[in-house]
């Protein structure tokens, strides 16, 4: 029986979606107004978790999952404080625009 | 055990899933205001995480990483259209103004003050 290796596709997809990561980059760099910003860093997050999901399949090493769990349910935290903190009105000033 | 089925549903749900990551990246990049920007990101970044993760626990089987990786599935699909929706909700409560066609394209920006 022949044996289906997946590990290459897994290592493109993995450096297709670090590439789009740092193309959204420039807009929380760049972006005009603050929640620019707030969403270009939950939509890095989001890439970085499948990232992390990739790596330890393609090495074979469990742990990457687990890590990947951490750091979705802290970027999902993040996202919400953070619109949360603008919304009642704390980060404004020279941030807006 | 992985059958040439289980590599092709994998391989092909993986490959989707990266082409909605692109679709999100682009709708991220190209734009014009930070509503539009965010109906197109929180979808697409659910739908391509979702369908990636779905092809690599499809590729993992269930005993082992796969179990895991539905707990992700799960956490994506709860916590993706939630910070999106809180997000606009804090961006249309300070006063950020959606972007119109009748006005400057270079609008969608918060009112001077």
């Known amino acids: 029986m022949t044996e289906w290796s997946l590990i290459p596709l897994f290592w ?44 330890g399949l393609a090495r074979e090493q469990g742990i990457w999952l687990d890590v990947a769990l951490v750091y979705g349910l802290l970027s999902f935290t993040v996202t919400l404080v953070a619109s949360r903190l603008l919304e009642t009105g704390r980060l404004k000033g020279a941030w807006r625009q | 055990m992985l059958t040439a089925l289980h590599a092709l549903l994998a391989g092909f749900l993986v490959i989707a899933g990266a082409a909605f990551f692109f679709v999100g990246t682009m709708g991220l990049l190209r734009f014009p205001d930070f509503y539009t920007r965010v109906h197109a990101v929180t979808k697409c970044d659910a739908l391509g995480a979702g369908l990636v993760l779905l092809g690599l626990a499809i590729w993992s089987g269930p005993d082992g990483e796969g179990v895991r990786i539905v707990a992700l599935i799960a956490l994506i699909l709860v916590s993706s259209p939630t910070a999106g929706h809180a997000l606009a909700r804090a961006a249309f409560r300070t006063g950020l103004k959606p972007w119109t066609r009748e006005e400057t394209r270079q609008g969608g920006g918060y009112e001077s003050d």
């Open chain 1, 12 to 55: 493109g997809v993995l450096i297709f979606l670090l590439v789009n990561a740092f193309a959204c980059l420039w807009r929380g760099l760049a972006g005009p107004t603050l929640p620019d910003r707030i969403l270009a860093a939950n939509v890095i997050g989001t890439k970085t978790m499948v990232v992390l999901v990739l790596l």
